[in-house]
C-alpha cells in the first residue's frame, strides 16, 4: 500500500513514517496542503494521513477540493490536535473516513489505518483465490486460469496481473506500480513496466470481448476497465 502524509511538523511526519514503514506499506511525504493537492493529481496513493493547521492549505480545505477536483478518492484519514466535536464533525462531513487527535498510542493508529483500508480494499483483494469473469487467479501458486487453461506468467507478470485485477477500474500512476512490483521509480524500471504490460496484456488477451481491457492513462498510468461483454 502506498500512503500520503501531510503534515508541516517534521517530528509527527517521522513518527507517522516509521509506522507506516514497519506496518509494510511505502509512504511520501508533504509539508503543506498545496503539495499534497499537486501530488494528488499525478500520482495514486491508497490513503492520505493529513494534519488540518497545514500551511498554503489547510487541511479541511484540501479534503473539500479533493472532493470536487479528483475522480477517484484515496481514504483519508485526519490527524490533528483539534478536539472540538463541531472540528470533528466538520471533517468527516467534508469526506474524512476517520478522525484521530493527537497524541495516540501508535499501536492505535496502526489499528485505525488497517480499519480504513480494509473498508476501501476492493472485494476479494486478499483472498487466495479469486474469479473476475472468464479469469481465475490462484495467488498461493501464483496461476492464472482462463476457462480452464494454465496461462504461463513469469513473477513479476503475475504481480502485475493481480495488481491490475484488484485494482480493477481504478486509474494507477506508472510511479504507484513500479514502486509496488520493482520497489523502484527509476527510469530503467519504467522501460521494463512498459515491457511487462504488453505481455500481460496479451498473454492474458486483455480485450472488451474478454471483459477486461488495459489502456494507458496518458501522462498519469494505466487502468484495467471492466467493459460490458465477455
Do not use: C
Not at 516509521?18 to 496542503?33: K, Q, V
Not at 494454465?150 to 513500479?178: C, G, H, P, Q, V
Amino acid at each position: 500500500m502506498r500512503v500520503a502524509i501531510a503534515d508541516d511538523e517534521v517530528d509527527v511526519v517521522q513518527f507517522l513514517k516509521s509506522i507506516i514503514e514497519g506496518m509494510g506499506h511505502h509512504s511520501m511525504t508533504f509539508a503543506d496542503g498545496a503539495a499534497l493537492s499537486q501530488a494528488l493529481v499525478r500520482e495514486t496513493f491508497d490513503l492520505v494521513i493529513m494534519d488540518w493547521s497545514m500551511p498554503k492549505k489547510d487541511g479541511l480545505a484540501t479534503l473539500v477540493w479533493m472532493q470536487s477536483a479528483l475522480q477517484e478518492r484515496p481514504p483519508v484519514i485526519m490527524l490533528t490536535n483539534r478536539t472540538a466535536k463541531r472540528d470533528i464533525s466538520d471533517a468527516l462531513n467534508a469526506g474524512a473516513d476517520d478522525y484521530i487527535t493527537k497524541p495516540e498510542d501508535p499501536t492505535v493508529i496502526a489499528a485505525r489505518i488497517n480499519a480504513v483500508l480494509r473498508r476501501n480494499a476492493n472485494s476479494g483483494s486478499f483472498d487466495t483465490k479469486a474469479v473476475y469473469g472468464r479469469y481465475e487467479f490462484d495467488r498461493i501458486g501464483q496461476t492464472v486460469t482462463i476457462d480452464g487453461t494454465i496461462i504461463t506468467l513469469t513473477a513479476k507478470e503475475f504481480e502485475l496481473a493481480d495488481m491490475f485485477f484488484r485494482n480493477r477500474d481504478r486509474t494507477l500512476s506508472r510511479n504507484y506500480i513500479m514502486e509496488a512490483i520493482w520497489r523502484t521509480t527509476a527510469a530503467l524500471a519504467t522501460r521494463t513496466l512498459d515491457m511487462h504490460i504488453s505481455r500481460v496484456r496479451s498473454k492474458l488477451d486483455l480485450k472488451p470481448e474478454n471483459g477486461f481491457r488495459i489502456f494507458t492513462v496518458f501522462g498519469y498510468g494505466y487502468r484495467l476497465e471492466t467493459t460490458d461483454r465477455g
